[in-house]
């Protein structure tokens, strides 16, 4: 029988108030042995992820946000271990990625029915990350939502909001950025936006194309100088007309460096700050094993 440990972070959005009985029926019905352990802290996640691992279990599976599921990947990448997802979070990012149903229970079905595959991850300062490295306006507003109880309750919908509290004050900010070998680039940038699969947000297809098993990742940089360009940009995207801009470059690369030139910018990666510019990302290829994907 197939074993799996739960480690569920109390302090998620929908934590509190998850039925821990339906998550134990759910692993029941699909005859997996299952055992619930929680904690209120990263580093508590870290560590059970690690004892978890070493029981010697075919899966772990992260009941929170995509910061939970980020703390668990050191313990796993490289390893037989499959990393599974309970979406309890603000915005699920990669469960969404992943197409799967957001209500916990039925979450736990897809993947325990579906097939596993060998994914990519991303390293960011040394911090691997599963769906999402960023620096300037999206790890704003992720900073913003992050600090603020209030924001996080209103779950997918605080980011957007954070992004209009933000938006009149927001100016490009000189950035040297490498990507892959090729010569350095200097740009007014409002946001570089690294991504390991097809969306931003867990909604919008900010690189329709792109897949998290194919070896890169995806850069997508928005230049420009003040809010007018921003929400310029965030309608195009939306509309999905972005990527034959001049003043969006888009890439697939296997590293990028971003260094200003100026003030430090902020600097995110899959919801949690990570502090400020510079920043170093790298590809880690087939790295991770994955429970529940499906394609479209």
Do not use: C
């Given at each position: ?29 699909a005859?997996?042995s ?5 904690g ?6 870290v ?17 929170g946000?995509?910061g ?6 050191p ?12 979406p309890l979070?603000?915005?699920n ?21 579906g097939?596993?595959?060998q ?83 867990g ?14 990742l995806?850069?997508s ?37 971003f ?34 994907v499906?394609?479209?």
């Amino acid at each position: 029988m197939p074993r799996a440990v739960v480690l569920l972070n109390p302090r998620s959005r929908s934590g509190r108030n998850v039925s821990v009985g339906r998550i134990l029926e759910a692993f029941a019905e699909a005859a997996w042995s299952v055992e619930l352990w929680a904690g209120d802290s990263p580093d508590w996640t870290v560590s059970a992820a690690v004892r978890a691992r070493d029981l010697g279990v075919d899966a772990i599976f992260g009941a929170g946000g995509d910061g939970v599921l980020a703390q668990i990947l050191p313990a796993i990448v490289n390893t037989d271990v499959a990393l599974g997802v309970v979406p309890l979070g603000t915005g699920n990012v990669w469960a969404r990625e992943l197409r799967l149903p957001l209500q916990p229970r039925r979450a736990i079905v897809a993947q325990l029915v579906g097939p596993t595959t060998q994914v990519d991850v991303g390293l960011a300062n040394g911090r691997l990350f599963l769906a999402i490295a960023s620096v300037g306006l999206d790890a704003r507003i992720v900073e913003l939502v992050e600090s603020d109880a209030g924001a996080k309750a209103l779950g997918q919908l605080a980011y957007p909001l954070a992004g209009l509290a933000l938006a009149s004050g927001l100016r490009g900010t000189a950035t040297r950025v490498w990507l892959d070998d090729d010569p350095p680039i200097d740009l007014n940038l409002l946001a570089g936006i690294i991504t390991n699969g097809r969306l931003y947000g867990g909604l919008v297809p900010l690189v329709p194309q792109a897949r998290f098993d194919d070896g890169v990742l995806d850069a997508s940089l928005f230049v420009g100088g003040g809010p007018f360009e921003a929400t310029a940009h965030a309608a195009r995207v939306l509309a999905g007309l972005h990527q034959a801009r001049h003043d969006v470059v888009m890439r697939r690369v296997r590293r990028a460096r971003f260094e200003s030139l100026a003030q430090p910018l902020p600097v995110q990666t899959d919801g949690d700050i990570l502090g400020t510019t510079p920043l170093a990302v790298e590809v880690k290829p087939a790295a991770l094993r994955v429970l529940g994907v499906t394609r479209a």
